[in-house]
């Protein structure tokens, strides 16, 4: 299905003078999960206010489903939102903070009674009906919410971070739910959060926000493969992508730390003499035996998590990176090691951080 469910054309937000979003385009297809990622402040909140309609727009069209829902009443949109807070009516029962909306909707008894019955068993939360909320924990309060949002039989779901308040632990199953519920329903889903795991591993396309723009737009697979420029680079992947400063050397060939390296994958190399950047994932990078190509680096200190080690170190020239290594012995900080790539993981970004590609 390739139908718009929403739209955002040349949409624009300030708060007085200052201008928070500046002009997105973006087309979400009908049936896709889309992540909303970027730095605190970049406008993700805000964005995702805007197609709710908690927030006025201040220039330019939302449209859900081929409709102009600009000036419409949130409630006339077709949306339902779940917030980070839960926003639950703390004096009524699950059950009665299910129905809420129906009833106020003025929707019949026994529909009411059937959605709810039916949203509730989706979220196994069924035994839960007579509780109040601060008899609940907070992933039960959040299945309540989304509970909520269920029983509305919106077009399109929007959540604002609404795993951020619950424990590591929790926020995997719920993580893992809130996929199934997607499959399960397959209504068009946005989801803010700051959460780079929840975002790959969630979305089916991206969208990664600086400064009210968008940087990217894409599957997670692009965004972190094949990303836009080096602020996506950088943003995506953690450890984060290393940016090796580089100089051109005329013919294809630049050097990295006093290393030569062939670079015939990119014709838009740099004058000679000319800097760049070269990024190359942390997991990219090996340790190896001394060798033309290999670039000699010192320990400064690892971290071992079980299965990855991750190793920060610095070049002859002073740059730092990181390794992320899968198995082998404990580096000690202070020893000298080689790191070796693959010329197919290299990135290539001027140092404005516009991708150079072939
Ligand atoms: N009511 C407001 N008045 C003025 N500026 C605001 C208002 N609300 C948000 N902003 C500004 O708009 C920008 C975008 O805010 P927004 O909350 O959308 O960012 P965000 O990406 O969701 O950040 P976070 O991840 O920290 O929640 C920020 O610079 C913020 O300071």
Known sequence: MDRASVSLKAVQKSYG?????????LDINEGD???????????????????????????????????DVTDLDPSDRGIAMVFQSYALYPHMSVRENLAFGLRMARTDAAEISRRVDQAASILKIDHLFERRPGQLSGGQRQRVAIGRAIVRKPDVFLFDEPLSNLDAELRVSMRIEIARLHRELGNTMIYVTHDQTEAMTLADKIVVLRSGRIEQFGTPREVYENPSNMFVAGFIGSPRMNFLKA??????????????????????????????????????????????????????????????????????????????QRAGPDVEPGSSINLDHSSRNRLFFSTEGERLIA
């Open 247 to 324: 100089t051109s050397e005329g013919a294809g060939r630049f050097q990295i730390a006093g290393k030569i390296f062939e670079a015939q994958e990119v014709p838009a190399m740099p004058s000679v003499g000319a800097d760049f950047v070269v990024g190359i994932r942390p997991e990219h990078i090996v340790l190896g035996e001394p060798h033309d190509l290999s670039i000699p680096a010192k320990v400064e200190f690892s971290e071992y998590l079980g299965g990855t080690r991750y190793i920060y170190c610095a070049l002859d020239d002073g740059q730092n990176l990181v390794v992320e």
């Open 17 to 25: 003078s200052l201008a928070v979003v500046h002009g997105i385009d």
């Open 33 to 67: 999960f889309v992540v909303f990622v970027g730095p605190s402040g970049c406008g993700k909140s805000t964005l995702l206010r805007m197609i709710a309609g908690l927030e006025e727009v201040t220039e330019g069209e939302i449209s859900i489903k081929g409709r």
